[in-house]
């Protein structure tokens, strides 16, 4: 028995004219609703989701909700809370008494719009062959809704949906978001280990040969701070419209990068029959020491993103993969095991102080994570994968 991996599939709706404005509405009345619950929810000291359900789910249904709406709405309440909470204790959210922390704790939490809701089994309905859904609105049973997907996203869709879909609407067209959980494929032994040195100039370089360089997601990055820095002066409410569309759009442009440079990665160790190796990445921007103009890069690249894709889709293919300490590997000769500060000459070359020899200092760095990685798969040792969020 294999131990499901969650994913999530996105399909765009395309809906007619009518279909649209109802989902809309539908939208905008169940984050209205939210709004009220929350506010109720603040009022009575934020109880148990069971406590909130008696204050609230009555008139919830007396605003022509469905029981299943209702239910999904008081739970998006209590959860937004929940993570607040854990925001709160983890120290996202500055210190007690900080400006940040006060103003969040001062009133009660607020839902956009067009926020995600909620929807199972029973209020939403999945008709694959024509590519249609059935969906409760606030107006009633909506039918033959259509929506396009890829042919790949459509066979798990088919396979493996399980549980809740979330309907989302962006820039004026709605998505469905379902969880899809996929066995894990049988973990194979592995014919060594290919080692992933991650970087900022590279972002990720392994020992086979492949190096994913970071120069033209760097130059985006560069575009896109100049153009927000003259948004943000601008100061006004089209302004901000502006900037939140440009967040969610440079935030899809490094999730693409990161699921090409991954399934490179596992594709390539699956072909090889080998294992992965990657850097612990817990504490990386605190032990990485940069000078002020790289600290930009180093804060906004996303090192736990790349490894989580990197982590699920070596799951789904069964590719053994296994977490190592990388402290010196950049700094120890991957041919006499030879370690010197000094071996690492700049950011791209490499010369051992000891047997003489000259390399790709990133390539280097990935022989010697390779290393260890067969090192921690031979002693026996369970891969433990750790949070990268």
């Not at 204790?89 to 001062?106: D, F, M, T, V, Y």
């Not at 399934?263 to 294992?275: H, Y």
Request: hydrophobic share 40%; with cysteine.
């Amino acid at each position: 028995m294999f131990v499901p991996v969650k994913i999530v599939v996105q399909v765009k709706l395309v809906p007619d004219a009518i279909q649209a404005s109802v989902l809309e509405s539908t939208l905008r009345t169940v984050n209205d609703a939210a709004n009220w619950v929350s506010e109720v929810a603040f009022e009575h000291g934020v109880p148990r989701e069971y406590e909130l359900r008696k204050h609230t789910y009555a008139e919830l249904k007396a605003r022509g909700f469905g029981a299943q709406a209702a239910q999904h709405t008081i739970k998006k309440v209590r959860d937004a809370y929940t993570t607040l909470k854990a925001n709160v204790r983890a120290g996202n959210l500055g210190k007690e008494g900080s400006k940040r922390r006060r103003k969040a704790e001062s009133k009660p939490i607020v839902f956009r719009p067009e926020a995600a809701q909620a929807y199972d089994d029973r209020c939403l309905s999945w008709q694959y062959d024509q590519q249609t859904v059935s969906i409760w609105t606030t107006s009633g049973r909506l039918k033959s809704v259509r929506f396009v997907c890829s042919a790949d996203a459509l066979k798990t869709l088919r396979a493996h949906r399980q549980g809740e879909s979330d309907l989302i609407e962006r820039d004026g067209v709605f998505y469905l978001i379902a969880t899809c959980e996929v066995p894990e494929a049988e973990q194979y032994g592995p014919d060594g280990f290919i080692g992933v040195d991650l970087g900022i100039a590279n972002i990720a370089t392994t020992s086979t040969g492949y190096l994913a360089a970071g120069r033209g997601l760097g130059r985006y990055r560069k575009r896109q701070l100049v153009l927000r820095a003259k948004l943000q002066k601008k100061r006004t409410k089209s302004a901000q419209r502006r900037l939140k569309a440009r967040a969610r759009k440079e935030a899809r442009h490094v999730a693409n990068q990161n699921h090409i440079i991954s399934k490179t990665i596992v594709t390539e160790a699956e072909r090889t029959g080998r294992g992965l190796s990657l850097e612990e990445l817990k504490g990386i921007r605190s032990r990485v020491r940069l000078r002020k103009p790289q600290r930009v890069a180093l804060h906004s690249w996303a090192f736990a993103q790349l490894a989580d894709f990197i982590v699920y889709k070596a799951k789904r293919a069964g590719v053994p993969l296994v977490f190592v300490d990388p402290a010196y590997t950049s700094q120890t000769c991957a041919a006499c095991g030879h370690v010197d500060k000094r071996n690492r000459v700049d950011q791209g070359l490499f010369i051992c102080r000891g047997c003489g020899v000259v390399v790709h200092a990133d390539r280097n760095a990935s022989h010697n994570i390779a290393a260890r990685g067969e090192s921690v798969w031979n002693a026996g040792r369970e891969s433990r994968v750790p949070a990268t969020r």
